[in-house]
């Protein structure tokens, strides 16, 4: 049986792994172990399939439509993206030379993808690792006292969109008409504000901690460190300050009650997540599957060539008590 060649680690440095042998009819592959997937999903928070030989766009695109219920499209995106198929991504436009730290994919937004797949088409020459890092055990290992102050208060992203940094207006919002954009807001609790010059900028206030809706497991489910200006790289972070200001930069976190998040909480964040991180080496063909709010992940620098194509499925709203909304971002 396919799960007699699944192998687990007494104490784990790699994610999980599923060794299997090359097919030539992936789809028909996928559909018959789906449940097999799930089930080494929801155990694991994240499975590394190697040895499935996906070649194509079209092989994962293949691979989504029977592992997924149905595909999720990007909306918020932080840095762009090529869309190749229905729910289907390149990887984020991001320098090689810079790590991409751990992030729940679309954690700010209202509604984000509960299931993500990467694959493997072309492997860099040196890094550039999807690791992953389980979201209860950083949970637990992060200090009580930070952890209770934003499951309280959650924080605050807040956002001023260009046509230099990160994904444009236009590609966040699948549209550059104003008034679509504004819907959009109004309807997923983000305040807006059109600058003088035409940009746009947003704040939307979430909650830091999530239960999963399957399990019930508390995760710690958002980007207050990966989006924050103390994750950039030094020069990065001196650049835009001077480029856009201090209140303008492209994005950026702060506690829920409108607090700057300090340098050493950030840090803290970071290295508990370093702590948690299992990692394996991109292999051309490999699968990864993940569950994004009980599995972070990040993109390690890299050298030479890389193509990981995301797909993003099964969407989740948010529940609960509602945030602001409607209000203008000032």
């Not at 751990?102 to 040196?126: D, I, K, V, W």
């Not at 829920?256 to 080496?281: C, F, M, S």
Request: charge should be negative; glycine fraction near 8%.
């Amino acid at each position: 049986m396919l799960s007699a060649l699944f192998r687990k680690q007494a104490t784990p440095t790699e994610p999980a792994t599923l060794q299997v042998g090359s097919t030539a009819d992936v789809e028909a592959w996928a559909a018959d172990q789906r449940d097999t997937l799930h089930g080494l999903v929801a155990e694991h928070g994240a499975l590394m399939v190697r040895g499935l030989g996906l070649r194509t766009v079209a092989d994962v695109a293949a691979v989504l439509r029977q592992v997924a219920t149905r595909p999720a499209t990007e909306r918020e995106a932080f840095a762009a993206r090529e869309n190749y198929a229905e729910g289907v991504y390149s990887s984020s436009a991001w320098p090689a030379a810079q790590t991409m730290c751990m992030h729940h994919e679309l954690s700010y937004a209202a509604q984000f993808p509960g299931l993500l797949l990467f694959a493997c088409l072309r492997p860099p020459t040196e890094g550039g690792a999807t690791a992953v890092a389980d979201s209860t055990a950083v949970l637990e290992a992060l200090p009580a006292g930070l952890v209770e102050r934003f499951e309280r208060e959650g924080w605050l992203l807040t956002r001023t969109y260009n046509d230099e940094i990160g994904a444009t207006c236009t590609q966040a919002f699948g549209t550059a008409d104003r008034s679509g954009i504004e819907a959009y807001c109004r309807a997923n609790a983000v305040e807006w504000a059109w600058q003088p010059d035409g940009s746009l900028r947003t704040r939307q206030h979430r909650g830091a901690v999530m239960n999963h809706p399957v399990t019930g497991r508390r995760c710690w489910f958002n980007q207050i460190a990966f989006l924050n200006e103390w994750t950039m790289a030094p020069e990065v972070r001196e650049f835009l300050i001077e480029e856009y200001g201090p209140d303008d930069l492209p994005f950026n976190t702060r506690f829920g009650n409108g607090d700057p998040v300090p340098p050493d909480v950030v840090e803290q964040i970071n290295k508990v997540y370093e702590a948690h991180t299992l990692r394996r080496p991109w292999q051309t063909g490999d699968l990864m599957l993940v569950d994004n709010i009980r599995t972070a992940h990040s993109r390690e620098a890299y050298v030479g060539p890389r193509d990981v194509v995301v797909a993003m499925a099964d969407p989740v709203r948010r529940t609960g008590p509602a945030p602001r909304t409607g209000r203008t971002a000032a």
